[in-house]
């Protein structure tokens, strides 16, 4: 049986610096995945190859049995892989609406002519993409700030409606991309409830980069440790924790 | 004070956000409808104007206003679509099936013009649009048999199914296809692709994270603004009766980059603003420069100036008011002044008049702030 989602042996080179070097793992359907290491460890960088910002010198991604490494940034998104940005990467100058709505791009089947007429099937779509806003809104407590432009919004919320649009997308597979960087201790509990609520109650499997060690154990199944683009270890919160080299990196002994 | 609380998605669909709304546009329309009537021969012309360069201000909107795409070559368009109109007036074809011609012809102009802009952002994609200007200008003259080069084309008087069009029935037809224009830029912003143009204008990355094509959002919007202003360049063209390369030159796509920037960026109105203020530019420097030298001359006489100086100073004033630059002098200082104090534009500050009305008396200067801010922090370079 192959696994849900596998990255095998990838690498990417910058010029002469090996950003992430021979990297393999793999998520289950349903996990909480967790990617921790020091800063410039390649956690990042491994992101933008899995959300096909970078393209990989080497090595394969398999999501669902098919391999996504030559598909482009817009194709995974189509296959249900959603992703948040580490540096937030809302569109400013819209409303929190217009933010969500722009994540149900991959569902409306409606052509530009077809817009530019405003035809029912327009108007139908519409609705249902409104109604599925508003339902992921609910769950991440939106709705009050609405119709409020990102400019407007405080950065703790910002982080929030990156996540509740990359929900939008409709995703099988969810990116977070630090999403703890930034917030105070009660937005951070709060992020970690929704991870986990996001993950039982709408089923959706996480994929993250995170340093808050406090949010990597309450939340994770697994967690891989990163160190010079290399895999230093791979397991449970408590034992990558523990691990000797991982030790070594963050304490530098 | 009154509140708007929206109590079904339905309600979205709405043309108009509010009952007022729809009562004051119902007026607006009555007004333009009895305007014929009731002004004078040259201001229903410049009323023509005003309609022509608000649908090039809405097709400027659509491009670079929702999809963020520089372009210093919108005069090209323009010229594709009043010759388009020209060649085939000549040859018999009725005016409603070129109306229809010249926009799909520009568009796919505009969509070939929309390739470079796959790799080409802010500035290099500007210089490359201008680029295009001068070739389309430069093809217009040297192309004789087809464009009689400089020597320019006439057009017959506009007609509409075997009726002549008199300045009134070209005013309705101008306003009619401004109405549709408008009509189909507000379907265009609130549906997919005009959610897609937005996230493309504020983050290229996020929306293709997102799963938006960017390539050929951005391409479509080529095509939709070109599209727009090839329909107004067939009205531009009758409207003048006569149309020659030098009409469609650099200083023209300049015009309409001022519309949007004078209007606002962001918001469709702002293009009609826009529109007003820069074709009610031209009269209100005639009004000065026949005003300003009497009124000098008056304010002399009442402070009892000594005949020598006064003679000084009434000359000066008077070449300041008939320099030819002037017209250039006054636009570069308006565009200057509004990007640093209104980058919001005519609109921006018709928001704000509204807001202070509407929250009186507790309105305060600063709510407006933010709305300022967001528009600085965005990356629309």
């Not at chain 1, 892989?81 to 819209?94: D, K, V, Y």
């Not at chain 1, 609910?138 to 509740?164: C, F, H, M, N, S």
């Not at chain 2, 009004?287 to 000084?312: C, F, G, S, W, Y």
Request: hydrophobic share 50%; proline share 4%.
């Amino acid at each position: 049986m192959t696994a849900y989602f596998e990255v095998k042996n990838i690498t990417i080179k910058f010029g002469g610096l090996t950003a992430v070097d021979n990297v393999s793992f793999d998520i289950a359907e349903g996990e909480i995945f967790t990617i921790i290491g020091p800063n410039g460890a390649g956690k990042t960088t491994l992101f933008n190859l899995i959300s096909r910002l970078y393209t990989p010198n080497a090595g394969h991604i398999i999501f669902r049995g098919e391999d996504v490494t030559k598909l482009s940034a817009q194709q995974i998104a189509g296959r249900g892989i959603a992703r948040t940005f580490q540096n937030i990467e809302l569109f400013e100058s819209a409303s929190t609406l217009q933010n969500l709505l722009v994540g149900r791009h991959r569902h409306s089947t409606t052509s530009t002519w077809q817009d530019i007429l405003r035809l029912k099937k327009v108007r139908d779509e519409e609705v249902a993409h409104r109604r599925a806003v508003e339902e992921v809104m609910d769950v991440l407590r939106l709705q009050k700030y609405r119709d409020t432009p990102i400019g407007g919004l405080p950065y703790g919320v910002r982080k929030v409606v990156e996540v509740a649009r990359a929900l939008c997308v409709g995703p099988s597979l969810l990116l977070l991309d630090e999403p703890s960087s930034g917030l105070n201790v009660e937005e951070t509990d709060a992020m970690a409830e929704w991870i986990l609520e996001i993950n039982n109650r709408l089923g959706v499997t996480v994929l993250m980069v995170e340093h808050d060690m406090s949010l990597v154990s309450r939340v994770s199944d697994r967690v891989l440790a990163l160190n010079y683009g290399r895999a230093m270890a791979l397991g449970t919160s408590e034992e990558v924790q523990s691990h000797p080299d991982v030790v070594a990196a963050y304490l530098g002994a | 004070m009154s509140a708007h609380v929206k109590t079904s998605y339905q309600q979205s669909e709405q043309l108009f956000p509010s009952r007022a709304a729809a009562f004051w546009y119902a007026i607006l329309t009555a007004v333009m409808i009895a305007a014929p009537f009731v002004i004078e021969p040259y201001y229903l012309s410049q009323l023509v104007f005003v309609l022509i360069y608000a649908i090039v201000g809405i097709a400027m909107n659509i491009l670079s206003g929702q999809a963020g795409q520089v372009s210093i070559g919108h005069a090209a368009f323009l010229a594709i679509g009043a010759y388009t109109a020209a060649i085939s007036a000549k040859y018999g074809i009725p005016l409603p099936v070129y109306l229809v011609l010249a926009g799909a012809f520009t568009g796919l102009i505009g969509y070939l013009v929309g390739l470079p802009a796959l790799r080409l952002h802010g500035i290099y994609l500007a210089i490359a649009t201008l680029a295009f200007a001068f070739i389309v200008e430069e093809v217009i003259t040297r192309w004789e048999h087809v464009t009689n080069g400089n020597e320019g084309l006439m057009l017959p008087p506009p007609a509409l199914f075997g009726l002549k069009l008199g300045p009134y029935g070209f005013f309705y037809l101008c306003l009619g296809v401004t109405v549709l224009v408008i009509l189909a830029a507000i379907n265009i912003i609130r549906s997919p692709t005009g959610r897609a143009f937005l996230a493309i204008r504020d983050s290229e990355t996020a929306a293709r994270s997102m799963g938006i094509d960017t390539a050929r959002y951005k391409t479509t919007a080529f095509a939709i603004s070109a599209a727009i202003t090839g329909t107004a360049g067939v009205l531009y063209a009758h409207k003048l009766s006569y149309i020659s390369p030098e009409m469609f030159s650099l200083s023209v796509s300049i015009d309409f980059v001022m519309i949007i920037i004078i209007g606002g960026m962001l918001s469709l109105r702002g293009a009609v603003f826009g529109a007003i203020f820069m074709i009610m530019v031209d009269p209100m420097l005639i009004v000065v420069k026949d005003k300003v030298p009497q009124m000098t001359e008056a304010a002399m006489q009442a402070i009892h100036l000594a005949e020598p100086v006064a003679r000084t100073i009434q000359a000066g004033v008077v070449r300041v008011v008939g320099a030819p630059g002037l017209k250039s002098l006054i636009f570069g200082l308006i565009i200057i002044l509004f990007i640093i104090f209104e980058p919001m534009g005519l609109d921006g500050r018709w928001s704000r008049v509204k807001a202070y009305f509407r929250q009186f008396p507790l309105y305060r200067p600063t709510s407006a702030r933010a709305q300022r801010m967001f528009l600085k922090s965005e990356r629309n370079r």
